[in-house]
């Protein structure tokens, strides 16, 4: 093979590791974003990050039930830590995480309550900042939401 050959196919070859090394590094990345498009499409307990990722958001948005001026009375008499566990496995139960919810049935636990429409829109729009306060993305805010306003009437009595 003369050298001028040699050096041609040289000169190919490393064309071609460089390209194949490219197209490598693109195939990586491609694979370092999958994840997020799978969290978009799996299931919504995963999403919200699990059962820790439910209770960060419940502790976030019961604190902020207790300082509320138009919903704290609701709140000041009760048992926030057992509030916050119950409010968290029902939750992840609903997501269709691993979670078993064993309190009473929302319109059992609300019926005497005679909460309103009003103070549910309240109770929703702290959901909402506390959902922003814990940085959950969108798409899983609206999944969420969507679970909570399914309940809207088990738990408003008018
Ligand atoms: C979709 C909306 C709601 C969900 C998913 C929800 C969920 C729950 C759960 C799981 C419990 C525990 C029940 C038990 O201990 O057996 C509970 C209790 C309670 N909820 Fe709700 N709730 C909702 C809306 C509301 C609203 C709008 C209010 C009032 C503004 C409210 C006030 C209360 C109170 C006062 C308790 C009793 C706490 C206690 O005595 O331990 N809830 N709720």
Same mark, same amino acid.
């Given at each position: 093979m003369g050298r001028r050959r040699r050096a041609v196919l040289k000169a190919i070859l490393g064309v071609l590791v460089v390209l194949i090394a490219a197209g490598g590094y693109y195939f990586y990345k491609a694979r370092q974003s999958r994840p997020t498009e799978a969290l978009r499409t799996g299931p919504l307990e995963k999403r919200v990050g699990g059962q820790e990722g439910i209770e960060e958001l419940v502790h976030e948005f019961v604190g902020m039930l207790t300082k509320? $001026?138009? &919903?704290r009375d609701r709140f000041t008499a009760i048992d926030r830590p057992g509030l916050e566990k119950r409010l968290s496995a029902f939750l992840c139960e609903q997501v269709g995480g691993g979670c078993k919810y064993e309190g009473k049935p929302m319109a059992e636990a609300? @019926? $005497? &309550? @005679?909460?309103t429409g009003e103070e549910f829109a309240a109770f929703m729009e702290l959901f909402i900042v506390s959902m922003n306060n814990v940085e959950l993305p969108q798409q899983e805010q609206n999944d969420l939401i969507d679970v909570m306003m399914a309940l809207e009437g088990s738990v408003v009595k008018e």
């Open positions: 509320d $001026e138009r &919903l609300h @019926g $005497e &309550l @005679g909460i």
